[in-house]
């Protein structure tokens, strides 16, 4: 009987282990057409048609630079994640808190923070996105509402 119980007990820590849920991952948008709509003070709305390709990195702007390894953390059913970026000008900081399906929308809250200010030391962002369809459309210049 003693037998039996350790062995329970060693499977139950072995399968339970130190690490009772997997780790956060970075969201990967479905490939296909989106429309992303961003908010931040001074600049105000601003939507625009994107396609996003089955390679997407949803942590990194284009012009991001020259950037570290993103760090997850899962907060609740949110991944927030952070990301530190270098430019010829100075660095950039992101954190950013990720939630939604991903496959027909999304929704994401960043704050930037800026080393040496660039016009201003830190700025925030709300980022909706909109899953439209799988053909992309021809590129398009944003449009400011």
């Known amino acids: 009987m003693h037998i039996r119980f350790w062995a329970a007990a060693v499977f139950c820590v072995g399968t339970l282990g130190p690490s ?66 270098t430019k010829p000008h100075g660095k950039q900081t992101m954190s950013t808190a990720f939630g939604g399906d991903f496959n027909a929308r999304y929704h994401a809250v960043m704050k930037m923070t800026f080393d040496p200010p660039e016009g201003v030391r830190s700025m925030g962002v709300t980022i909706d996105g909109k899953y439209v369809g799988p053909d992309c459309p021809a590129p398009t210049t944003p449009s400011r509402g």
Request: with cysteine; charged share 20%.
């Open 20 to 85: 009772l849920s997997a780790p956060p991952e970075l969201p990967k948008r479905k490939a296909g057409h989106w429309e992303i709509t961003t908010i931040s003070a001074g600049i105000g709305k601003t939507v625009t048609d994107v396609c996003i390709g089955p390679d997407d990195n949803i942590a990194m702007p284009a012009d991001s630079g020259d950037c570290s390894q993103t760090k997850l953390t899962q907060a609740g059913s949110e991944v927030i994640v952070d990301v530190v970026c």
